[in-house]
């Protein structure tokens, strides 16, 4: 294909995308843009939890006092994925599940909610220290896959949020 046909099949692409309303979410009036400093994340009460929020609040900002407060509920399972013939497992996946609501602080009505789940993986080692290192990184790993999936969810359906 040559250069000038790509241009022309990438500029027919936009056009249809142009055409079914789509609109970037981090654009002036987009979803992402109606989030930003105006989303109170709750206070963590957990490691997992503060990953979280030091991801969400890196994207939208730090507001206090805003008038929506995000509140996530995050569970986190191991699970074996890979076992020696000694009985020793040598991978885990770590499986994370959100389940979050937003709140108006001044109705208290429930804006949205829903769930995101996600998985990563890490190795065990010979040392319990490594090991730990490895599952606290997949931890980390974990919990910016899910900040992004719900900031993702948040700028699809919370577009016009009341000032």
């Known amino acids: 294909m040559s250069s000038s046909d790509r241009r022309l099949f990438l500029l027919s692409g936009l056009a249809v995308l142009a055409g079914c309303g789509f609109s970037p979410a ?3 009036g987009g979803g992402g843009a109606a989030l930003m400093g105006r989303i109170e994340v709750a206070a963590p009460d957990t490691r997992a939890g503060f ?13 206090a006092g805003a008038r929506y407060l995000l509140r996530p509920s995050i569970t986190l399972r191991r699970q074996a994925v890979s076992i020696d013939r000694s009985n020793i497992t040598l991978r885990f996946n770590l ?3 959100v389940d979050y609501t937003v709140h108006d602080r001044e109705t208290d009505a429930i804006i949205a909610r829903g769930t995101v789940e996600n998985f990563t993986g890490y190795s065990t080692f ?11 990184d997949a931890e980390a790993r ?22």
């Open 26 to 28: 981090y654009a002036p």
């Open 126 to 136: 010979d040392t319990p220290v490594a090991t730990q290192a490895a599952e606290r």
């Open 95 to 97: 499986l994370g599940r």
């Open 51 to 63: 990953l979280l929020t030091q991801e969400l609040e890196g994207r939208l900002g730090r507001p």
């Open 142 to 163: 974990l919990m910016t896959m899910l900040a992004d999936q719900l900031l993702t969810r948040l700028a699809a359906t919370v577009r016009d949020l009341p000032e």
